[in-house]
């Protein structure tokens, strides 16, 4: 699965609430793949046409892009009920205690990625 999502970071690796400077909204190409869930900067800087099905996500993969993938074997993605200043927003708890809220251009698609991340 793959589309737009836009990432706050929550909390950090140890569980602790991720500092002031580092809790903006980014825009990401997301593409869930295997356990990973590859989020992506550079693909927008790709020209295009960029058709999605063209896209493979090994080969464009950017150091930072490597950087932000989130392992999602053992996470939990939940509708962001307690956070009401966006809309479609789930929230991504990891195995190793992270938490993400991520943005998805529609309900429809929030309720997708939630499915596919729990499949997981
Ligand atoms: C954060 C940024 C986020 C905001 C967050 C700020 O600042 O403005 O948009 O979250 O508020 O800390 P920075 O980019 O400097 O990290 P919201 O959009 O949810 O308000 P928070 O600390 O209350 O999460």
Not at 17 to 37: N, S
Not at 60 to 77: C, P, Q, T
């Amino acid at each position: 699965k793959h589309g737009i999502l836009t990432r706050k970071s929550h909390a950090d690796m140890d569980g602790k609430r991720t500092p002031r400077g580092r809790r903006g909204w980014k825009k990401f190409y997301a593409v869930l793949k295997g356990m990973i869930l590859y989020l992506q900067k550079s693909f927008f800087s790709l020209s295009p046409p960029y058709g999605q099905d063209e896209y493979k996500p090994d080969k464009d993969l950017s150091e930072v892009d490597l950087k932000n993938a989130v392992r999602v074997h053992h996470a939990l993605a939940t509708r962001a009920c307690d956070y009401s200043k966006r809309q479609n927003v789930l929230k991504l708890k990891t195995s190793d205690w992270r938490v993400f809220l991520l943005q998805a251009p529609s309900e429809e698609e929030m309720m997708s990625w939630i499915f596919r991340i729990n499949l997981v």
